[in-house]
C-alpha cells in the first residue's frame, strides 16, 4: 500500500476511495456527447501554427456560456480563460494545444479532415474538446474550487512555439482574485493522447519526460566538376555520407546510454544530374536529447565530427543547429500526485509509470520551466487494436478512440478540484 503527496505536502492513502472522484467521472459522461461533437468539428477543419481562426472560434461558442473572464492573445490564437472559485486560492493552469498537422488523412472516418494535406494526427483536437468540456464541468462545481483555474488553449505546438509566444505575452502574470486576494499560477498540467498505450490508460513518470528537439542543417562544399573526372573536382557527396555514418557512431561512441540522445538525419540532396560532380551536399536531421548536458554535448560533437572530417577531404562544412524546444521535465512531487490521481480516475491497472522519457518533444516544457507542473500521457488504442501494430501519433492513418475522453476530461477536472481542495 502506497502514499501519494499532494501539491500541497499533505499525504492521503493511494487505494482509499473518493466520492468525489466517482462523482467527477459520472459528470465527465456526462458530457462525453458534447465532448465528441466539438471533437469531430475541430477534426474536420483542421488549421497549421500559430494562427487558428476556425479553431479559437470553436472553443469561444462551446464556453461562451460559462461566464469566464477571456483573454485572446495577440501574436498568435491563444485563449487564457479563467474560472474564479468561491473561496480564496493558488491558480492551476490546464493546457490543450489546438493545431493540426500539415499531412493527409487515410482514416476512412465519417468526418475526416475537409481540408486537403491538414490532419489533427496527434490528438490535439481531442485535447482541445476535452479542456472545454472540463471547463464545463469545472464551471458547475466552482463552489468546490478554493482558488482558480487558468485554461489555456494552445495554438502551434507542432514546431511553432505557440506556448513560449503565450507565456511571453503575459499568460502567467495574472492578478488577483476579485475580492483582492493574490492568486498566483502555482501549479501546471497537461493531456497528451497516445497510440502508445490502449484507451483509458493514463502514464507520466517525473523528471526528464520527452525530449528536447533541435534541427541541424550541414552544408558540405567541395568543388564540381565533370563525374568522369573525380580528381579535377573535390566530391561532397562521399563526404557527407561519410559524415552521416560518422554521426551515428558519435552517438553511440561519446553519449552516455543513461543520458540518452537520438540522431537522425532525413534528407540528404546533392546534385542535378547522373554525369555532374555538384558543388554542394546539404544534410538535414533532428537531436533528441533528454538533458541539456547531453544536449549540448551532441551539439558541440556533430560540428568536430562534420568540420573535420570535410576538412579532411578539402571540403568545408556549414554548421547551423536551429534549436527547437527544450526537454520537458515533470516536476517529481506534481508527477507523482499526477499519477495517483490516475490510478483513482482511471483505476491503478490502467494506471503505468513510464519507464523511460519519449524521444518526441514539447512546448509545454516551456510552461513547466516557470512553473511545477506535469504532462501526462492518455491511451486511446482501441483494446481490440494491438499496440505493436497500430498506427503511431504523426501517422495519416492515426485513430484515437474518443470514450477516451472521458478518462481525459476527468483528469483535468480532478486535477483541479484536488490541488485546489479547500481548506478543512
Known sequence: MTTVPTPHG????ADETDPQIASIREHATEYLDRAIAMRRQLHQWPELGNDLPITRDTVLADIEDLGLDITLHESTSGIAAMLEGSTPGPTILLRGDMDALEMPEDTGLDFSSRVDGCMHA?????HTAMLATAARVLSERKDEIAGRVLFM?????????GAKYMLEEGLLDVGPMSDGTESPVDAAFAIHATSSLPTGFVSTKGGPVMASADRLVIRVVGRGGHASE??????PIPVACEIVTALQSMITRS???????????????A???????????EIEGTIRAVSESTRSKVHDGLK???????????????????YGYPVTTNHDEFAAFSLGLAAEVAGRNATVRLPNPVMGAEDFSYVLQQRPGAMVFLGATPHTTKLSTAAPNHSNRVFFEEDAMTTGIALYTAAALRHLRPAG
Do not use: M, Y
Open 10 to 13: 499533505s499525504e492521503r492513502n
Open 122 to 126: 496527434c490528438g490535439h483536437d481531442t
Open 255 to 269: 553519449i552516455d546510454v543513461f543520458d540518452p540522445a537520438v540522431l537522425t538525419v532525413g534528407r540528404i540532396t
Open 230 to 235: 573525380p580528381f579535377r573536382a573535390i566530391d
Open 153 to 161: 488553449f494552445q495554438p502551434g505546438e507542432e514546431g511553432h512555439h
Open 271 to 281: 546534385g542535378t544530374t547522373n554525369n555532374v560532380i555538384p558543388e554542394t551536399a
Open 304 to 322: 568536430r565530427v562534420a568540420e573535420g572530417i570535410a576538412a579532411a577531404h578539402g571540403c568545408g562544412a556549414d554548421v547551423t543547429i536551429d
